[in-house]
């Protein structure tokens, strides 16, 4: 029902910055929460960072301190500001949403976004 497209993927080095955008249209009305996840090659499908529709946010251990994830509800666009990266973030990231409760299962996610590439150089 909600249709999700990822924009601001791209080449940086080690301690550079990137923003990400997830554009939502449909019904996101009905969204209860958003999350950006990552996957690297051979690895699952790992949590990265939330936001409930009532602004609440959380974030992996991973990217604590570094990743900020916001929403703008006027314009049905959530974001991910990733600063000091490192080659670790490397990977496909991936914005999701969900009209259950929030949570850092993949499984959960209702909609997916076609993913942007991210890499880190060292």
């Known amino acids: 029902q909600v249709q999700l497209v990822e924009s601001g993927g791209g080449l940086v080095q080690a301690g550079g910055s990137l923003r990400l955008s997830c554009a939502a249209s449909?019904?996101?009305?009905?969204?209860?929460?958003m999350a950006w996840f990552r996957q690297s090659p051979g690895k699952e499908r790992e949590f990265a960072a939330a936001?409930?529709?009532?602004?609440?946010?959380y974030y992996a251990d991973s990217v604590k301190g570094r990743f900020t994830i916001s929403r703008d509800n006027a314009k049905d666009t959530m974001y991910l500001q990733m600063n000091s990266l490192k080659p670790e973030d490397t990977a496909v990231y991936y914005c999701a949403e969900t009209r259950a409760g929030i949570t850092i299962r993949a499984g959960a996610y209702d909609d997916w976004g076609q993913g942007t590439q991210v890499t880190v150089s060292s």
């Open positions: 449909g019904r996101t009305f009905r969204s209860i929460a």
């Open positions: 936001i409930t529709s009532g602004g609440n946010t």
